[in-house]
């Protein structure tokens, strides 16, 4: 009988093991969670601490499902690799052997993260049992610092807010979410953001992380102490200390080729222990689980023997902040070459913008326009001719003149208080004081 394990809980290995037992009943299959939690998917943990979805809704599936799939289910860690040897190693020592191995994920490595980042109160943004923990400590904490510039770190900081409850977001440019806006919409979400309470600490990060077993405050890069009982990391490396020695090509990941294959025979790396590069926009989107079902499938495909193509989907992502509501579809990062619309209605506290390459629309950004998302997401998918798009976006030129990066369009608000007026925030309000802690 041919033997196939999976190593994390990862929406990826969990398609590829679907697929395999679908189309070979016959193939055991087994997926060693690391005493983690059942497969999951990352993107809503801002939902799930909010308390607007369960974690039953946060995980893939129900584990009935995976014994009516015939498919195997481990809480064991696993403490070493034999990989010339097609084995594992769990706890007792006891052994496994494999006929085709996937590693999904291998876990967090405190030491490689802050200073003191082991102690007590310390919770990693994209982890869903560090998420169940905090979700049970944050209603009696009086301020949280969170470090990470994503969009799940975005959303998160949001869920937490409270009039009782200080949270305090730490970003290391002076752009919030660098790698998923561009710098005209990423001013109208700050606004909206510190509109809603959050304070904002830009050009900065946690260089140390303060208190004998439990954190009490965290040290800034810049030297600024601030207090706080819980500190929310993100953008953790995996924990590669298992596979150290192993002939495994790798640095702060596996490398993998398109097939997602590693370099010994029959083993695989997928989500977030592999190198391939998924763009921001789809990794903080609706549609990154579905990246992840893509890559299992790939992966299935290939210890089948089997071909699959892969096609990227259209990043969709739509949160609230406060009674704003932001919606962000395609690619919504000025590119070099790019060209870009924005238009704003100040009295609805409308804001939308657009992207285009070579003449095609491939995003946008929908700011209180959240009835325009399915209407754009189509644009997007059908790459619509800039022309096209002027009468349904409401535009006042046939043809979208190039915007450079730092320059504004013909549509943008003449000066930076009103870019962030969006939501009643103004920059003067934001610019007000600055303490030299990097707030912006």
Sequence with gaps: ???????????????????????????????????????????????????????????????????????????????????????????????????????????????????????????????????EKLQKVVPITDTVVLESDSLLALKMACAMQSENREIIWVVPGEQILASVLDE????VVRGLVEEHGVRVVDQNSIVE?????????????????????????????????????????????????????TNMDDIFAVDRLCDVQVSACLKSSDAYEEILEQQGRVVAAGILGQEVEEKAPVAVSSFKIGEA?????????????????????????????VF?????????????????????????RDQVDAAEIREAF???????????????????ADDVEQERAVGGVASCEIQEENDGDGQG
Excluded at 327 to 343: H, N, P, R, W, Y
Excluded at 358 to 366: D, F, P, S
């Design 1 to 131: 009988m041919k033997r196939v394990i999976v190593v994390g809980s990862s929406a990826a290995g969990l398609r590829a093991a679907e697929e395999i037992k679908a189309q070979d009943s016959s193939i055991e299959v087994t997926i060693f969670l690391n005493k983690g939690p059942l497969p999951y998917r990352p993107q809503l943990l801002a939902d799930f601490i909010a308390g607007d979805i369960g974690q039953d809704q946060v995980c893939c599936q129900k584990q009935e499902e995976y014994s009516r799939k015939k498919i195997f289910l481990s809480d064991k860690s696993v403490v070493r690799f034999s990989l010339r040897k097609k084995c594992i190693v769990v706890e007792e020592k006891e052994s496994f052997g494999f006929d085709a191995l996937i590693i999904a994920d291998m876990g967090v490595n405190a030491l490689d993260m802050a200073k003191g980042a082991g102690k007590s109160g310390v919770f990693n943004l994209d982890r869903l049992e560090d998420v």
């Design 394 to 412: 409401s535009l006042q030129d046939d043809v979208p003149e190039q915007v450079e990066e730092g320059q504004s369009s013909p549509f943008e």
């Design 184 to 187: 005209t919409s990423a001013q």
């Design 209 to 261: 992380i303060l208190g004998d077993m439990e954190a009490k405050a965290v040290r800034l890069h810049s030297g600024k102490v601030l207090a706080s009982q819980i500190i929310v990391l993100g953008d953790a490396p995996q924990d590669l200390r298992l596979l150290k020695g192993s002939d495994l090509e790798m640095d702060k990941t596996v490398k993998v080729d398109a097939a997602y294959k």
């Design 356 to 380: 285009f390459e070579e003449q095609k629309l491939v995003g946008a950004v929908l700011v209180n326009a959240d009835g325009e998302k399915e209407k754009m997401l189509q644009f997007v």
């Design 325 to 353: 509501t932001v919606t962000l579809v395609g690619e919504t990062v000025s590119k070099e070459g790019a060209e870009s619309f924005d238009t704003r209605e100040e009295e609805s506290n409308i804001y939308k913008k």
